[in-house]
């Protein structure tokens, strides 16, 4: 009896030591994702703003302001686990309205929310990856590049849906930023989620449904 005792001691202690191994293991697979989406986020904005200091464009202040809100964000908000869903909304603002000042004319987008509660929290740079990818790979059809982003809180659901102008000879090019959401989703929202992306000969469109939680929740 005392050897199974022991046993069954020495077997507990060694599983919580593989528990812990794996929470550790995946702490460092989210930092490493999160290294992967942040330079390419902030090389794509830093490019835009270049090229209006090139031209000196009247723009380029409202730009930097825009920028400096977008630094501050990846710095002190991004690394925490989970922050509000008005912070996230915010972030995604900003990083449009740099958007719109490089495309211009060419753009059409639009941002529609739905939100029933202001204590939301949804893990960071959750949904910029997608909306990324869409500025990225959208196709201009006639001069325009169209882009609708939608989001909505139901009772324990956050909704998030985009679609952009494409064609059927653009190919699907996911590009590498939703490869990494798609496993940041797997770490963060194990069997909370959905995700499906679709590609018709006009647009591309991703739809994710991920279980939201309140403030409250993580006090």
């Known amino acids: 009896m005392k050897l199974n005792i022991d046993a069954s001691k020495r077997t507990k202690t060694l599983e919580t030591k593989i528990l812990e191994t794996q929470l550790k293991l995946k702490e460092q697979e989210l930092k490493y994702l999160k290294m992967q989406i942040h330079p390419h986020f902030l090389f794509n904005t830093l490019n835009t703003m270049y090229g209006f200091a090139l031209k000196k464009a009247d723009e380029t202040p409202k730009m930097i302001l825009k920028l400096s809100n977008l630094l501050d964000y990846l710095l002190y908000q991004v690394d925490k686990p989970f922050v509000s869903l008005t912070d996230e909304i915010n972030h995604i603002e900003d990083y449009i309205s740099l958007e719109k000042m490089r495309f211009n004319e060419t753009l059409n987008v639009t941002f529609t929310k739905d939100i029933h509660s202001g204590s939301i929290e949804i893990a960071p740079m959750l949904f910029i990856p997608f909306i990324?990818?869409?500025?990225?790979?959208?196709?201009?059809?006639?001069?325009?590049?169209?882009?609708?982003?939608?989001?909505?809180?139901?009772?324990?659901?956050?909704?998030?849906?985009?679609?952009?102008?494409?064609?059927?000879?653009?190919?699907?090019?996911?590009?590498?930023?939703?490869?990494?959401?798609?496993?940041?989703?797997?770490?963060?929202?194990?069997?909370q989620y959905s995700l499906d992306i679709l590609k018709t000969d006009d647009d591309f469109s991703v739809t994710l449904l991920i279980n939201s939680k309140s403030i409250a929740a993580h006090a």
């Open 132 to 191: 990324e990818n869409s500025f990225k790979h959208g196709i201009i059809i006639d001069g325009i590049l169209k882009i609708n982003i939608a989001i909505k809180t139901q009772t324990n659901h956050t909704e998030f849906v985009i679609k952009n102008s494409s064609s059927k000879d653009s190919g699907l090019n996911e590009g590498l930023g939703l490869e990494n959401i798609k496993k940041r989703l797997e770490l963060l929202y194990p069997n």
